[in-house]
């Protein structure tokens, strides 16, 4: 198969990509969108760009549901959409869409981070927008002290989600939980999750190496830290991976990188990290984002994981809604 055929995308000379199709970007509803139907579970969700960096061009999308004002002391989550790093942006109507869903439901404030995309940008530019994002959420908060603070991300943004939990809990921030949905890793040699995916029908093998060859650093390989979760780890001490907080890592059992997961979930565990670990999810690699049935899952896992771990501060701010 045709890597770039099939994720619809042309490598320019000056080291561009041309993204053709793909989803469509929803602009910011500030006047709010309906969630949930016309029963007691309907919200009216708020969205709004902010900016993040503007020298590297980068924003925030901040969810705010109904009837919380600015948001009071509901819990801050602090998103990282997927793409492999190259596709998609926190706009894309299943991220977007998401987004908008979570913070209903939970109910939360939901920042979704617009990050760099590689090419362009080729790895670490997005750790580097993390980082600025982990800083607004810091100042941010600072405006509701108490203020749950978690950190979360899907596919490649659970990743960036993972490594700016570890800076952030190094800089003394505290947070209350890390979500890492289906965490997309690799490596040079194939797991057997990975040789048995040359033809999955979501994230085939060519089209997967594809995306890493364009968001490693030049002449990198897969073995690189920032995508081989074991070179990755070697790094990093367990007495630094203790610092984190609770854990919700999910997976899918036909998701390409599930085996690599799970040497995520073990490290984690033997550094005394609490991890929930979900990974025998039905379905394929990101089923949630086109799956109505799985989102639903998807965001009832999420908003569970979220309210039990904000604690009596989420509860005070719930019954204000």
């Avoid at 989600?161 to 890390?178: C, I, K, N, P, S």
């Avoid at 899918?252 to 490290?267: F, G, I, M, S």
Wanted: net charge neutral; with cysteine.
């Amino acid at each position: 198969m045709d890597p770039y055929k099939y994720l619809n995308i042309r490598f320019n000379p000056d080291g561009s990509l041309t993204r053709n199709g793909g989803a469509r970007l929803l602009p910011p509803a500030p006047a709010g969108e309906p969630v949930g139907g016309d029963g007691p579970t309907r919200r009216i969700v708020h969205s709004s760009d902010a900016p993040l960096n503007d020298a590297n061009g980068t924003t925030v999308r901040l969810f705010v549901p109904s009837g919380a004002g600015d948001g009071g002391r509901l819990p801050l989550v602090l998103y990282f959409h997927g793409g492999g790093y190259v596709l998609f942006r926190a706009a894309s109507e299943p991220f977007h869409n998401t987004c908008t869903a979570l913070a209903a439901a939970t109910p939360a404030v939901v920042a979704s981070v617009d990050y760099r995309l590689a090419p362009e940008h080729r790895l670490p530019a997005a750790f580097e927008d993390a980082a600025d994002a982990v800083r607004w959420a810091r100042s941010y908060a600072a405006g509701s002290p108490g203020r749950p603070l978690f950190l979360m991300g899907s596919h490649a943004g659970a990743s960036i989600a993972f490594r700016a939990a570890l800076a952030a809990v190094d800089e003394g921030l505290q947070l209350r939980g890390l979500i890492l949905n289906q965490p997309h890793h690799g490596g040079v040699k194939r797991t057997a999750a990975e040789e048995s995916s040359v033809d999955d029908r979501v994230l085939p093998l060519p089209a997967n190496d594809l995306l890493w060859e364009l968001a490693l650093p030049l002449g990198a390989d897969r073995d690189h830290e920032y995508c081989n979760p074991e070179t990755m780890l070697a790094g990093v001490e367990a007495a630094r991976l203790r610092k984190l907080p609770p854990c919700l890592v999910l997976g899918r059992r036909k998701d390409p990188p599930r085996d690599r997961q799970r040497t995520l979930v073990e490290a984690l565990q033997k550094a005394g990290v609490t991890v929930e670990a979900q990974l025998d999810g039905a379905g394929y690699h990101a089923m949630e984002l086109f799956k109505q049935d799985r989102a639903a899952e998807f965001i009832a896992q999420v908003a569970d994981f979220v309210r039990r771990h904000a604690g009596d501060v989420h509860a005070t701010a719930r019954s204000r809604l």
